[in-house]
């Protein structure tokens, strides 16, 4: 994989998350995120599509895009899993210091109507 792919993700505000339905028809979805090190980590309510595909099957790609998923860059392959709860806490504080405000009303909301949610690590391959 290429460093300089990776590279380009560090100055974007969202990603285009490519995951796959069973009969492999891909879906993509514009989410914030956030990088450390060689990881991309990215939240989601717990019930929603994505992290129920990426349970089926971990096999993803993702892309800069803008707010409506309008494609920036180009694909990076990658294995996605779903994180313990130490490593979600540590990403949302990741994400909470990049997208600031935004992001800390949205853990408030979360928060008062008891969503669960579940922090997604994606490792391009």
Known sequence: MSDDKLAALAHEKYINLETYRKDGTPILTPVWFVQQGGNVYVYSLAN??????????SMVRIAPCDMRGT?????????????????????????DQKYGLLKKVGNLFSNLRKRERAVINIVPS
Do not use: F, N, S, Y
Request: overall charge positive; aromatic content about 2%.
């Open 71 to 95: 494609l920036k860059g180009d694909w990076i392959a990658g294995t996605a899993r779903i994180v313990d709860p130490v490593e979600a806490e540590r990403a949302h504080k990741l994400l």
């Open 48 to 57: 929603a599509g994505k992290v129920k595909r990426i349970r089926r099957t």
